[in-house]
Antibody, heavy 122, light 110 residues
Framework: QVQLVQSGAEVKKPGASVKVSCKAS????????INWVRQATGQGLEWMGWMNPNSGYSGYAQKFRGRVTMTRNTSISTAYMELSSLRSEDTAVYYC???????????????WGQGTLVTVSS | QSVLTQPPSASGTPGQRVTISCSGSSSNIGSTSVNWYQQLPGTAPKLLIYSNNQRPSGVPDRFSGSKSGTSASLAISGLQSEDEADYYCASWDDSLIGVVFGGGTKLTVL
């Protein structure tokens, strides 16, 4: 069955960067976008951006442009999300999710990783 | 402040039918598709409804979605205790060029 397995929890200091990985299995990695969504404790879901693993092209939510970079290594079917200049407000669970497109090319997220807790604290 | 607006809470008794609303605008729900996600406590979200009213394989037909103009609704019939979860609507936004989520609705089964 399709699985997305994420890297473990991270603790970072303000101003540092974090890189979260998301390893895909049981499907052809390059055929579906990978999206990143975060959720602060007790809060709602927030979309950060997407990446096309085939081309490497990515698109980011305006809030994160300049601070987030989404990349991939197709040889190991793994996507990465790096967030820089961390601040306390970035403390959240970060999810990767596979994107699929409907007949009108609008995305939904059919498989999700288990989530990675990133804590930003001095 | 979420782009899509959902009621923060909803409730019902076992067997009842409940609906959760999601309000947007012409740049998102009004012109694109709506998806719904269910998040059980301590777990990752799960796709419940896509493309306004389509159920992924394995999702019971107790769950249904609809869209009218700039609003959408999720209906759950024959409410069960295991339906107690947070529900999120989501849509592509043509102006923001990205996916937007509602703030989430916490469903309590009384």
């Amino acid at each position: 069955q399709v699985q997305l397995v994420q890297s473990g929890a991270e603790v970072k200091k303000p101003g540092a960067s974090v890189k979260v990985s998301c390893k895909a299995s049981a499907y052809t990695f390059t055929t579906s976008d990978i999206n990143w969504v975060r959720q602060a404790t007790g809060q709602g879901l927030e979309w950060m951006g997407w990446m096309n693993p085939n081309s490497g092209y990515s698109g980011y939510a305006q809030k994160f442009r300049g601070r987030v970079t989404m990349t991939r290594n197709t040889s190991i079917s793994t996507a990465y999300m790096e967030l820089s200049s961390l601040r306390s407000e970035d403390t959240a669970v970060y999810y990767c999710a596979r994107g699929v497109h409907d007949n009108w090319n609008y995305p939904s997220f059919d498989y999700w990783g288990q989530g990675t807790l990133v804590t930003v604290s001095s | 402040q979420s782009v899509l607006t959902q009621p923060p809470s909803a409730s019902g008794t076992p067997g009842q039918r409940v609906t959760i609303s999601c309000s947007g605008s012409s740049s998102n729900i009004g012109s694109t598709s709506v998806n719904w996600y269910q998040q059980l406590p301590g777990t990752a979200p799960k796709l419940l409804i896509y493309s306004n009213n389509q159920r992924p394989s394995g999702v019971p037909d107790r769950f249904s979605g609809s869209k009218s103009g700039t609003s959408a609704s999720l209906a759950i019939s024959g409410l069960q205790s295991e339906d107690e979860a947070d529900y999120y609507c989501a849509s592509w936004d043509d102006s923001l060029i990205g996916v937007v989520f509602g703030g989430g609705t916490k469903l309590t089964v009384l």
